[in-house]
Structures are given as structure tokens and as C-alpha cells.
């Protein structure tokens, strides 16, 4: 699929910063040169070197060494790894992921999973944990995540432009009396179900933020269960499912059969609109 077919660029950012790992690299192997090259002149150029001084010319060549590997192998390893030169575009029909000049572009409803982890601490013990925004998209070529300067807004704008697919899909799941998977939370024509706990539908009402950023309440007739943020894709597709089912007689029979398309992104700075919110 061409980058051109997905129409105007949004927004665009970048995973990585290509010029400071560039910059890190070029740091480490100066410091490397110069001290291969004075370990190894100060050694040339001593006809009887004493012991203290053989001892420091090879510890500076050792390290030179050791320094030119870290330079020419890790540096860029641990660059890739970190999403260095990796760019995320969003356009109005979709997403594009460029990286070493390849262009992998995903319509909306190609995408099969948005996921988020909000920021939050946790205290262990005497120590806080703190953890950073995450967000994370599955497509059918793979999963990648978004760089934290897209934050909320990005990803909801994401799962937003995809939601009316999901419905869909899910519901074609449904006709064929299969299951559809939200991630951690399976949906079926006859409930839900977290991990080994299964509820029916009579017993479910809808699903909310909880009070913990990393989890999210699925509230019951006798009180609630929680669930991992972060394992739950397309959280404002299943909370819509269970509100519906709720307010329709406990039943997947009479839910809408489609739900109406969030207003497309606009190029050139306009606000981006947001999935429905958790209540």
C-alpha cells in the first residue's frame, strides 16, 4: 500500500533521535582512537619502558580496544533497539512507520490492537515505582509502540478512527457464535471472560477506569473486577459493548449493528479527536 493513498499528513514523530545516538557514537570512538594511539606511541617510543609504564600503556590499549568495539557494535545495536531514526506518521487515513527509508502503512481498519498503560507509581516497600506512559498498536504486520511525545492524545485519536471496524469485526464473531478477544478480556454472545473468571451478560453492567491508572474496573451486579490496562485492546470498544448489552435487555441480540465514525484528523495543527472516554 502507497504512503499517498492514506492522504494528507497529520502529525509526525520521531521514535528516536538519530543525531544524539550519532553524536554518542563519534564521542566513544574519538575517545577510543586517542587512546590506542598514546598507549600505542607511548609503548613505540620507550626503548626500556619500566614495568608502571608497560603496565599503563597496555591498560590504555586494552581499553581503546574495548572502547572501539562498544563505538562500532553496541552504540548502534542498543540505537536500533531504541527506535533511533524511527518516524511515526499520522495521516488522515491511517498510520505510516518509516524506518531505513521503508515505508510500512496501515489503514484504520487494518489495525487490530491499541493499547495504553497511563502513568502511575507504585509503592513498594519503602520505594516508589514510577511508571511512564506507554502505548503500543497491532497491526497485522506486527506491533510497534508510539513514542511518548504522541502521549494520550495520539493513541486514542488511533483506537478513535479504528473502533467502527472492531465493531464490526466483533460483531461478524458474534453471528458465528465465536468469541472476540479485547486482549485479556474475551467477549462472546454469552459474556465475558477474565482469565478463569467467566461472567454472563445479566451480571455485567460496564466498564470504567479504575482508581489504580493501571487498571481498568468491569463492574458487576455484586460488585466489580479489575483488569490490567495494558492487556485490554480497544478499551472504549468494550466498554461501549458492555454499556449496550447493559441498557438492551442483558443480551448482544440488541446492540447497534454499527457505530458511527469518529471525525476524521485534520491536517495542520487542528485538535485531534479522542475516542469516547471511560466514564
Known amino acids: 500500500m502507497s504512503e499517498t493513498s492514506l492522504g494528507p499528513v497529520v502529525q509526525t514523530f520521531f521514535v528516536g533521535l538519530r543525531g544524539r545516538w550519532l553524536a554518542l557514537q563519534f564521542a566513544v570512538l574519538a575517545v577510543a582512537t ?17 614495568p608502571r609504564a608497560v603496565m599503563v600503556a597496555r591498560l590504555m590499549v586494552g581499553g581503546g580496544l574495548g572502547l572501539l568495539l562498544v563505538g562500532a557494535v553496541l552504540v548502534p545495536r542498543v540505537a536500533r533497539a531504541r527506535g533511533a531514526g524511527v518516524a511515526l506518521r499520522i495521516h488522515v487515513g491511517g498510520v505510516v512507520r518509516v524506518r531505513d527509508h521503508l515505508r510500512e502503512a496501515t489503514r484504520w ?76 478480556v474475551l467477549a462472546s454472545p454469552a459474556g465475558l471472560q477474565i482469565g478463569a473468571e467467566r461472567l454472563a451478560w445479566p451480571n455485567v453492567q460496564f466498564v470504567t477506569d479504575d482508581e489504580a491508572p493501571s487498571l481498568l474496573r468491569v463492574h458487576t451486579d455484586v460488585g466489580g473486577t479489575r483488569v490490567k490496562r495494558f492487556e485490554v485492546v480497544f478499551p472504549s470498544v468494550l466498554a461501549e459493548l458492555c454499556e449496550q448489552v447493559w441498557a438492551n435487555g442483558n443480551t448482544v441480540a440488541g446492540i447497534a449493528r454499527t457505530l458511527p465514525a469518529a471525525p476524521l484528523p485534520l491536517p495542520g495543527g487542528a485538535a485531534l479527536p479522542t475516542a469516547r472516554a471511560l466514564p
Open 109 to 184: 481498519q487494518d489495525i487490530t490492537g491499541v493499547r495504553e498503560q497511563l502513568p502511575y507509581a507504585e509503592q513498594t516497600g519503602f520505594a516508589t515505582r514510577r511508571y511512564l506512559w506507554v502505548g503500543r498498536v497491532d497491526t497485522a504486520a506486527g506491533s510497534f509502540d508510539l513514542p511518548a511525545q504522541a502521549g494520550h492524545a495520539t493513541c486514542a485519536l488511533i483506537e478513535a478512527q479504528a473502533r467502527p471496524f472492531v465493531w464490526q469485526r466483533m460483531l461478524a464473531a458474534f453471528d458465528r457464535g465465536d468469541p472476540f478477544s479485547f486482549g485479556a
Open 34 to 50: 586517542s587512546a590506542l594511539a598514546m598507549g600505542g606511541l607511548a609503548w613505540w617510543l620507550m626503548d626500556a619502558p619500566p
